[in-house]
């Protein structure tokens, strides 16, 4: 077994794992996020207050840290020995189908990790450790952290932000339409009918993550310029 984790085969097979577990986690803080364009805010706050309050969550948050890192990790060491093992460019042009995503995941996860820093600094640090007002819809009784007047608040005043992070969900959206199909034939998925599939349904998983990261910061561009 032990063999097996320090195999090529191993690490890509972790690298799979924590990467679907990071997509089925983008789907959740994605739903999340959505209810930033209903209502004043109540939806949102009530929602984002529950998931940062619920127990489970903070069973699941060091959880997901740690599939980053692995995550990370394990692209970083698969990269770095493949260029090892390729000291020199080979003189023949690569004539492959593969895409333009499949041959730069490295430099992709790269950029969304630097997007994924700037995001934890404006958004995540401030509401556990930084001092976000708050917030009561029960005359109150019950006080919530105005994570909805935070995140309205920096889609408002900083349009370079709103760039930067729709620039980063274009980002996502080429990590994903390789990553998602790629984590699946990894992990056994990879006769020709269900990669076919698999491609198909990792554009429209792709489509649906990243445009939907990337509406939210344009909503808030447009509903504060009328």
């Given at each position: 077994?032990?063999?097996?984790?320090?195999?090529?085969?191993?690490?890509?097979?972790?690298?799979?794992?924590?990467?679907?577990?990071?997509?089925?986690?983008?789907?959740?803080?994605?739903?999340?996020?959505?209810?930033?364009?209903?209502?004043?805010?109540?939806?949102?706050?009530?929602?984002?207050?529950?998931?940062?309050?619920?127990?489970?969550?903070?069973?699941?948050?060091?959880?997901?840290?740690?599939?980053?890192?692995?995550?990370?990790?394990?692209?970083?060491?698969?990269?770095?020995?493949?260029?090892?093992?390729?000291?020199?460019?080979?003189?023949?042009?690569?004539?492959?189908?593969?895409?333009?995503?499949?041959?730069?995941?490295?430099?992709?996860?790269?950029?969304?990790?630097?997007?994924?820093?700037?995001?934890?600094?404006?958004?995540?640090?401030?509401?556990?450790?930084?001092?976000?007002?708050?917030?009561?819809?029960?005359?109150?009784?019950?006080?919530?952290?105005?994570?909805y007047?935070?995140?309205?608040?920096?889609?408002?005043?900083?349009?370079?932000?709103?760039?930067?992070?729709?620039?980063?969900?274009?980002?996502?959206?080429?990590?994903?339409?390789?990553?998602?199909?790629?984590?699946?034939?990894?992990?056994?998925?990879?006769?020709e009918?269900?990669?076919?599939?698999?491609?198909?349904i990792?554009?429209?998983?792709?489509?649906?993550?990243?445009?939907?990261?990337?509406?939210?910061?344009?909503?808030?561009?447009?509903?504060?310029?009328?």
């Open positions: 077994m032990s063999k097996f984790f320090t195999s090529s085969i191993g690490q890509k097979f972790f690298m799979s794992i924590t990467g679907l577990f990071l997509m089925m986690f983008l789907l959740v803080h994605l739903t999340i996020n959505s209810l930033l364009l209903f209502g004043d805010g109540e939806l949102f706050n009530i929602a984002a207050n529950f998931m940062s309050s619920n127990p489970i969550m903070k069973i699941i948050e060091p959880i997901l840290a740690i599939g980053f890192i692995l995550h990370i990790f394990y692209a970083s060491y698969i990269t770095l020995k493949n260029m090892m093992a390729r000291p020199e460019k080979y003189k023949v042009v690569n004539k492959t189908k593969a895409s333009w995503a499949s041959k730069n995941m490295y430099i992709l996860g790269g950029l969304i990790f630097i997007f994924l820093v700037l995001h934890l600094i404006n958004f995540f640090w401030k509401v556990k450790f930084g001092t976000v007002s708050t917030i009561s819809y029960d005359g109150g009784q019950t006080e919530l952290h105005d994570v007047n935070l995140v309205a608040g920096i889609f408002k005043t900083w349009w370079w932000y709103d760039a930067i992070y729709m620039l980063g969900a274009a980002f996502l959206f080429f990590h994903l339409t390789h990553g998602f199909w790629s984590a699946f034939q990894t992990i056994g998925f990879d006769n009918k269900w990669i076919g599939r698999l491609k198909t990792a554009y429209i998983y792709a489509t649906i993550v990243a445009g939907g990261f990337a509406f939210i910061p344009l909503f808030f561009m447009l509903k504060y310029a009328i």
